[in-house]
Structures are given as C-alpha cells and as structure tokens.
C-alpha cells in the first residue's frame, strides 16, 4: 500500500466518522472531521507532486495552486476546501456560534464529493490507487 493509499483511507475513514457524528447531533464534531477528511485528499495529491506543508493554510495554498489554478480540478473544490477549513475553525473554537445539522449535511456532502473526486484522481483502470500519477 502507498502513502497516498493510506491517506485516503484515512480521509474516507473520517468521512464514515463525520456521518456517524452528525446522525448523533455533533454538527461541529462532524464539520470537523469532514475538513478533516478533505485535507488529507488534498494532502494526497500534493505527496504525489513530491510537495507538501507544514501547515493547514500551506496544503489549501499549494493545493488552490498546482491543482485548481492549473485546472487539475475545478475551482469549486478550492472554494469548498476553504469554506471547510473556516467552518471546523467556528466548529472547534468558536465559544457561541453552534453549527446546524443542515451546514453538518452539506459539508458531509461536499467532503464526500472531495474526496471522491481526488480518489478518481488516482484511480486507474484495475481500480487501484497509485501516487505515481
């Protein structure tokens, strides 16, 4: 198994976590961990460029960069990789604004996209991942 191989597991394994969060009322619990997911998917993509970050705002960076300005992806999943970014921000550290199931489903929706998205990326034709794209 690749590297990228594990990082998309690991994003789908916080999708299913973000969906089980939200069916039990913790919205931002389950923004959170759909940010979560569609960072590591970003991540993936940029580790198979041999590029990477040290930070949060560096991957959604190089990610908008290498991958949404050149047209790898379109920018809708550069606009959603923000929106998720500053709502698990609100989610996580916000004191007072609380995150309503209807954000939770539509983040989860979003991320599911995401992720997916960057999966077919590395899919080839036997339906296996591959970082060497």
Known sequence: MTETDSILEKAERYLRSADLLAKDGDFESSVSRTYYAMFYAAEAVLLAKNMS????KGVI???GEHFVKTGIFPKEMGRELNRAFEKRQMGDYGHTLLLTKDEAEKMLQNGR???DKITKYFTKKNGKHTGDE
């Open 53 to 56: 970050s040290s930070s949060h």
């Open 61 to 63: 960076a190089a990610f």
């Open 113 to 115: 996209k995401f992720v």
